[in-house]
């Protein structure tokens, strides 16, 4: 089961906008990653941030991590509809398992143009 | 450097068969993770090896089993297999055991029970 819950379950938007996409966990993390999915096809690693990690930025990709809130967020500015995939995020099952992960139920995201 | 890739891409399978499904990690990686994908369930982690030894198992019947070998190459095996276990097979593989290192995905196998 997932342990993982992320929201919006679909997010729909416009070209050039920006997309916010959440995570939220239970239990104790040393690390949270950000992964895409574009149709049916395998995941892409997207970012890694660690729980001593606040914020980390790749492109225009921007992760934040509340370690107190036990959530994570995902923000993709000025959107293009290449960005049109699903998005998960993944921590591991346990602390020391981190090769197990436990992956959110997924934020569908549909880029118009 | 060449990504995770897995054969076949796609296989068709009827009830009670048994099917292998095999994935090749990035070269110089040791970890090799398998994870089941269906929309009711999501993607559940199976189970991963390092240096030829499952580490660990996530909540699977024995019907699914798996091995790794000497170059790091990894199979995995489903035996009297049931109209559930159609689903995206997803491998991944990683550098080291430990440590908070990323995984990479490869493109997957699509499963499907007749």
């Known amino acids: 089961s997932q342990q993982g819950e992320e929201d919006p379950q679909a997010l729909s938007i416009q070209e050039g906008e920006n997309a916010t996409m959440n995570c939220s966990y239970k239990?104790?993390?040393?690390?949270l990653q950000w992964y895409r999915q574009n149709s049916g096809r395998g995941l892409v690693h997207l970012i890694l941030?660690?729980?001593?990690?606040r914020e980390k930025h790749s492109g225009r990709l921007r992760v934040t991590l509340d370690t107190s809130k036990k959530s994570s967020s995902l923000l993709i500015t000025a959107s293009r509809a290449a960005d049109t995939a699903s998005y998960f995020c993944?921590?591991?099952?346990?602390?020391?398992?981190?090769?197990?992960?436990?992956f959110g139920s997924g934020t569908q995201l549909t880029v118009l143009p | 450097k060449a990504g995770v890739t897995q054969t076949p891409r796609y296989l068709i399978k009827t009830r009670g068969q048994q099917v292998t499904l095999s994935c090749s990690p990035i070269?110089?990686?040791?970890?090799v993770s398998w994870y089941q994908q269906t929309p009711g369930q999501g993607l559940q982690f199976l189970f991963e090896y390092f240096s030829e030894t499952q580490r660990n198992k996530g909540n699977f019947p024995g019907r699914f089993s798996g091995r790794q070998f000497s170059n790091s190459r990894s199979e995995m095996n489903v035996s009297t297999l049931e109209l559930g276990d159609s689903a995206l097979y997803l491998c991944?593989?990683?550098?080291?055991?430990?440590?908070?290192?990323?995984?990479?995905f490869g493109p997957g196998t699509r499963l499907t029970v007749l």
């Open positions: 070269s110089g990686h040791r970890s």
């Open positions: 941030i660690r729980s001593n990690e």
């Open positions: 239990t104790s993390i040393n690390n």
């Open positions: 991944a593989s990683s550098l080291e055991l430990v440590g908070g290192n990323e995984q990479f």
């Open positions: 993944a921590r591991p099952r346990t602390p020391g398992s981190a090769r197990q992960l436990t």
